[in-house]
């Protein structure tokens, strides 16, 4: 447990893969594809996920494939995989976790380990509030036509943004990117009323804190 002064907003950033050799290879194979089409080297590709302390409480917020329904997992919203219609089932559907106590699966193979974005107890308490609202637009598409695909990295990045981290200063460890980072940056800035969250549940009180 934490109390006012421990409160802070970590970012971690992890390899893509980072416990599944699956998605690692497949990973590896779209990146060098993507260096081949763009005429450079292949990097190594990451997949961020935050820790917030706040009101004496962990909670760790990451995009991840969906899991089964009431499994306690501080989920705030869904979203496809590929194609829209491809979301109706869900082995192409996509989950953001708010998780209370929550555990990120590859913790251990973060690359620098945390970085530490803010000490404040207002702006943990603001990403919290701003989970819920992030857009569920399809993963591995640019349905906003800004050039990036939306995924993992831009949910995320599109939560700083919104509480004032400046994201758009943040890099990957060295020698590696993170693909749709932008994407999520542009998407939180003031524009189109398709660019902005949804607006899903609001935050409960800051004495009782995001449940789940």
């Known amino acids: 447990m934490t109390g006012e002064a ?10 893509l893969g980072a416990g599944g050799h699956f998605v690692r290879f497949n990973g590896r194979v779209y990146e060098r594809l993507t260096a081949w089409v763009q005429h450079r080297r292949p990097q190594a590709i990451y997949h961020s996920a935050l820790q917030v302390f706040a009101g004496g409480a962990r909670y760790v917020v990451e995009m991840t494939p969906a899991g089964r329904p009431g499994a306690g997992r ?11 219609a ?12 708010r998780w209370r ?14 970085r530490v974005l803010s000490v404040r107890e207002a702006d943990a308490w603001r990403v919290l509030e701003l ?3 992030v857009p569920m637009l399809v993963w591995g598409r640019d349905e906003l036509h800004l050039g990036e695909m939306w995924n993992s990295n831009s949910q995320i990045a599109w ?3 919104r509480a004032g981290l400046q994201p758009a200063a943040l890099r990957p460890p ?6 749709g980072w932008n994407a999520g940056v ?6 189109p009323p398709g660019l902005r969250g949804a607006g899903r549940s609001p935050l409960p009180a800051a004495a009782a804190g995001p449940q789940g």
């Open 6 to 15: 421990d409160a802070r907003v970590e970012l971690y950033w992890l390899p």
């Open 74 to 84: 501080g989920v705030v919203g869904t979203g496809p995989v590929g194609a829209r």
């Open 86 to 97: 491809a979301g109706r089932l869900r082995a192409f559907r996509y989950e953001l976790r």
């Open 101 to 114: 106590d929550g555990v990120i699966p590859d913790l251990d193979e973060a690359v620098g380990g945390p």
């Open 131 to 133: 989970v819920p609202q």
């Open 159 to 161: 939560v700083l943004e």
């Open 174 to 179: 060295r020698g590696g990117r993170a693909p």
């Open 186 to 191: 542009l998407a939180a800035r003031p524009g």
